[in-house]
């Protein structure tokens, strides 16, 4: 009934105001007033792994809704934007053992949470036609600083495959979250070279994004800084290339307390106080034939620096040394029906043979969203790897359908299954491990998506819809963490309703 509700109300404010809201006002050609809204409106049912503990739910499921309400005013020299977001959960069980129900309870102490925060306030400065500063709270995307390629194939891939491995705003969680700083760009028609530094807002699945501090802990304690280089994809080197070197910087200074409770019964990664630095880039490639198109993608990063705690529980400072790759390619019949897309990757992120020595190996994904990679959140690119095939079929324009299949198995049994997404609360680290209990194989997974657009159009009112359903077969690893029950599915839609 609340999700029912949440529709209709939504649809209300939607009607009564598209006509005032839904338009870009321009006064005399000096500046323009632009105003949107987006609000989404999720329903989760999961059926999780189960330790057999007593007292705790291997199935539940709730709602919860995601509002924001953007202004912005555009000048030939100086852009603005001010966008505000709500965060509301219903139900949320207060004794899920795994999903986005666990988190989100144990993250807000509440079935109920509801918060309002500032998710974008920024200042563009374009000094040149080539030259643009952003200061103050905005997203960020690792991958993602070139802005959309040309190319739709290419842009998918840019978008669903690359952008936010390594950060990200983490968008699919209720709260999401912001980064509070600067960004210096340069672009023409060929390039793009982007310097930044920041630091990230909590968020996540703790909704209250606007609290920077809690328990004498502060989300400004962790600094990112970021050189990149992109080759857009045009035609001016290689036709249909998109291409990309960049260095992240990446400093968490909280020390925090590696017995502090976590979302899952595990303790939290013991990371604080540490240094890492990033240096990696991708490609995406994409050649067309008379019947199709084939795609190649690659990825990698090289990472060095300090560890600032090792797995005895002191303050030792480790050595850190870590790398990662993937590797995806495929194929699109564009002449036959539903033009099937067909891919195949190939994923390895190092772990550590031995947490307990001098040097850390285990590959750190800074903070990212983790569903860009699993879209069941259940592994991360920390001490994984992973085969994948994809298929994706558009029966309509409106409609796309995307299937995948994943066998995942950690890289070094000697490591941890790690889980999350990186820094949500301030008191909190959020990266968790589980026992890997000298076992590799992780899980199998397959997966169901189907988005459509403009289920309902009226003037630039629109209603999309998404379907997502998955199934995870839990191997040793997850076998022994969860004897009961080793497997999981989720189901869940979304109305996506914006002008």
Not at 377 to 399: D, F, G
């Amino acid at each position: 009934m609340i999700f029912i509700k949440l529709i209709c109300v939504s649809f209300f404010v939607l009607f009564t105001y598209s006509n005032l809201c839904a338009y870009t006002y321009s006064i005399e050609n000096k500046f323009k007033i632009n105003l949107d809204f987006k609000e989404e409106i999720r329903y989760e049912y999961w059926d999780t792994f189960d330790t057999g503990a007593t007292g705790k739910d291997e199935y539940y499921s709730f709602s919860s809704s995601k509002m924001r309400f953007g202004i912005g005013v555009n000048t030939a020299k100086i852009d603005t934007y001010f966008q505000l977001h709500w965060s509301q959960l219903f139900n949320v069980p207060d004794k899920a053992q795994f999903g986005a129900g666990a988190l989100y309870y144990k993250f807000n102490h509440s079935q109920n949470a509801g918060a309002f925060a500032i998710s974008q306030l920024w200042i563009n400065i374009k000094p040149t036609e080539n030259i643009k500063l952003k200061l103050g709270r905005f997203f960020y995307s690792s991958g993602g600083e070139a802005g959309n390629p040309k190319d739709p194939f290419i842009k998918w891939i840019k978008k669903t495959r690359v952008s936010g491995r390594l950060i990200n705003p983490c968008e699919w969680p209720r709260a999401g979250r912001s980064f509070d700083g600067g960004v210096l760009s340069y672009e023409n028609n060929s390039i793009n070279l982007t310097f930044s530094y920041f630091m990230p807002t909590p968020g996540g699945f703790y909704l209250h994004r606007n609290d920077s501090t809690a328990n004498d802990y502060s989300s400004y304690d962790i600094k990112l800084a970021t050189a990149v280089l992109s080759l857009k994809d045009t035609n001016t080197y290689i036709p249909n290339l998109d291409a990309q070197i960049f260095y992240y910087y990446y400093n968490d200074n909280r020390k925090i307390n590696t017995t502090t409770s976590a979302p899952y019964t595990a303790e939290i990664l013991g990371l604080g106080d540490s240094e890492i630095h990033t240096l990696g880039g991708h490609l995406i490639y994409v050649y067309p034939t008379n019947s199709g198109k084939f795609d190649f993608f690659l990825w990698g990063a090289y990472q060095w620096g300090s560890w600032g705690r090792s797995f005895s529980g002191n303050d030792e400072v480790l050595d850190h040394e870590a790398y990662a790759l993937a590797i995806e390619g495929g194929y699109m019949f564009k002449k036959l029906s539903f033009k099937p897309w067909f891919r195949i990757g190939y994923f390895y992120g190092s772990g550590d043979d031995n947490p307990y020595d001098k040097t850390h190996n285990t590959f750190f994904m800074l903070i990212p969203t983790v569903r860009l990679i699993s879209l069941t959140p259940s592994y991360t690119l920390m001490n994984t790897n992973y085969w994948m095939t994809q298929i994706i079929l558009q029966p309509h324009k409106k409609i796309l359908i995307r299937s995948d299949y994943h066998i995942v198995k950690l890289s070094e049994r000697e490591d941890f299954w790690y889980l999350s997404s990186g820094m949500m609360r301030p008191d909190n680290l959020s990266y968790l491990y589980k026992s890997s209990y000298n076992k590799k194989d992780l899980l199998k997974m397959w997966d169901l998506s189907i988005f459509i657009k403009d289920i309902y159009k009226y003037k630039s009112l629109k209603v999309d819809f998404d379907f997502y359903f998955s199934h995870i077969w839990g191997d040793d690893v997850i076998r022994k963490n969860y004897p009961k029950d080793n497997n999981l599915n989720l189901i869940y839609g979304e109305f996506r309703i914006s002008f």
